[in-house]
């Protein structure tokens, strides 16, 4: 089991009075101006003392804001580490301060424990642009090819499917079928890459990360 400390918001102290501004983290002074992080200061506190009362752990994706990642988060990651630390922490409560799908899975590898998302509608393009019936149409249309997902999806899309791959073992994975085709979801990119590794034919679905399609080759060869 992953044990762990709820991070304390440390607070200023001034002739043995406590100071109601929580004293900006370290990660945080080169990065945010220090009028900026009073903003945010009374809500950190807030949290902080609501996650002991609850006995509650925040992991928050790589992609949160400064204030959160390095103010309010115990652990961070990205989308699988996530899933993993979710899977051994002793908390009772977890929030993910993360899109819906990581959520979702949190609660999949902890069906006992209490999973918040403190946005709703905080989606992901890639999960998003695919759905449960989409998946039925396709075994429709190819009868018997199985179904290969990406664990970047909704709980719905993995429930259709019959197997689930990360990034780093999705041509292990597909290989271990001992088939001549699969259909491969969402991410259209990783099924590109994927096709290059392995001779098994795959069926793509057009499913993108808006934020990786954000950067090109070139920008990440500067």
Aim: glycine share 4%; aromatic share 4%; with cysteine.
């Amino acid at each position: 089991m992953l044990t762990r400390s709820i991070r304390s918001a440390p607070r200023l102290l001034h002739a043995g009075v406590t100071v109601s501004q929580t004293l900006m983290p370290e990660q945080l002074q080169t990065i945010m101006p220090a009028a900026e992080w009073s903003t945010h200061a009374p809500l950190v506190e807030r949290i902080t003392r609501l996650k002991r009362e609850r006995d509650a752990i925040v992991l928050a994706h790589n992609y949160m804001t400064p204030e959160i990642f390095h103010g309010v988060a115990d652990l961070t990651g990205d989308s699988l580490a996530l899933a993993r630390l979710a899977a051994e922490t002793d908390a009772d409560v977890i929030v993910m301060a993360g899109v819906h799908f990581m959520a979702e899975t949190a609660k999949l590898v902890n069906p006992d424990k209490t999973v918040l998302i403190p946005d709703l509608r905080a989606g992901c393009s890639l999960a998003s642009s695919i759905t449960g019936a989409d998946i039925r149409l396709l075994r429709q249309r190819h009868p018997g090819v199985p179904v290969v997902t990406y664990v970047n999806t909704s709980a719905e899309v993995k429930a259709e499917s019959d197997i689930c791959c990360t990034s780093g073992n999705a041509v292990q994975v597909i290989e271990s079928l001992g088939v001549d085709k699969v259909i491969f979801l969402p991410d259209e990119y990783l099924g590109r890459w994927v096709a290059t590794q392995t001779d098994v034919e795959l069926v793509l679905w057009t499913g993108h990360c808006e934020v990786h399609e954000r950067f090109t080759a070139e920008e990440l060869r500067a």
